[in-house]
């Protein structure tokens, strides 16, 4: 059976800069996979290729079978997309602007009328409908965007950073969402910068940096991989840094960590923990904050490119 989303050798350039490089791709049939990087990795450049919306350099792609280059015609009529840049007309309604989409899609009028209907209600936004979408909220907003990708009842939905700028309650009805639709046999394609958006909805993962992918596979399996628990210490006095980290070296592997703190792989995990801090304080270290954490996304990602990926610490519990 072809899978839903394929990608060989996958090249994008602009100029001289390869923003991907030469990646591959494959995405089982309703699964929700996630593509995970920093800004500037890839990301949204491989989606609007996979999407036709660029054209690659190099490489090939399928998505719901067809060649994205040969057969663009033919992707877009299978594939729902909701870009993170997506251009919403603030003065029509949320009712007007799903009827649109779904002309386009060539609907007919009680058809259309029925479909908008439902998709309404299931992205929670009925009693909006009638409402200027300018007068709606960031997350009303992505939650229209997601019903405008889903009018024609595509095969493989793409959602290019759904929550980015999302409060925590949206973020959770968006995920909800996302979810639900999976439940239904909708394959998803999902690039974030969120780690926990990831690891929450992804059955499977592949981390892009620097156009090329470093990791991939499940993010339980990932982070097995990593080994050890992390080690996290805020010193009182950025003077003893150089010391406390030589006392840190003694119980693991360092590890990235951001600026300010130092962090390690702590062999043996917290039966360790109180050897740590008598280490530090026997050397006249004082901390002012610990904390023993069980490998993360975040680690995954630093084992892969020897960096935390910015905004790693201000996601939500």
Request: with cysteine; hydrophobic share 40%.
């Amino acid at each position: 059976m072809t899978k839903p989303i394929e990608a060989e050798g996958l090249v994008r350039s602009f100029g001289d800069l390869r923003a991907v490089d030469g990646i591959d791709l494959s995405v089982d049939a309703g699964e929700i996979f996630g593509f995970l990087g920093p800004n500037g990795a890839g990301k949204s450049t491989t989606v609007r290729m996979l999407v036709t919306l660029l054209r690659p350099t190099g490489g090939v792609a399928r998505v719901a079978g067809f060649d994205v280059e040969k057969e663009p015609t033919a992707v877009r009529r299978s594939i729902g997309v909701a870009l993170q840049d997506a251009a919403i007309d603030p003065l029509m309604t949320g009712n007007e602007l799903l009827k649109l989409q779904a002309v386009l899609h060539g609907l007919g009028g009680k058809v259309a009328a029925t479909r908008c209907g439902e998709l309404l209600e299931r992205v929670g936004l009925t009693a909006a409908g009638d409402r200027r979408v300018g007068e709606y909220s960031g997350g009303m907003r992505r939650r229209l965007d997601l019903a405008l990708a889903l009018v024609h009842t595509p095969k493989v939905l793409f959602l290019d950073e759904p929550t980015t700028g999302l409060d925590p309650t949206s973020r959770q009805a968006v995920w909800e969402e996302v979810r639900s639709l999976n439940d239904d046999g909708t394959t998803v394609f999902l690039t974030t910068q969120y780690l926990e958006e990831a690891d929450q909805l992804a059955g499977r993962i592949a981390i892009i940096d620097g156009g090329k992918i470093v990791r991939e596979g499940d993010p339980t399996t990932l982070k097995e991989q990593v080994g050890d628990p992390t080690l996290r210490v805020e010193l009182a006095d950025t003077v003893m840094a150089d010391t406390a980290a030589q006392v840190l070296a003694a119980f693991g592997e360092t590890r990235p960590a951001r600026e300010g703190r130092l962090a390690i792989g702590l062999a043996g995990g917290a039966s360790r923990l109180a050897d740590v801090v008598r280490a530090l304080d026997d050397q006249g270290v004082h901390v002012a904050h610990i904390e023993l954490d069980s490998p993360s996304l975040d680690d995954v990602f630093a084992d892969a490119t020897g960096r935390r990926l910015e905004g790693a610490e201000a996601e939500p519990a």
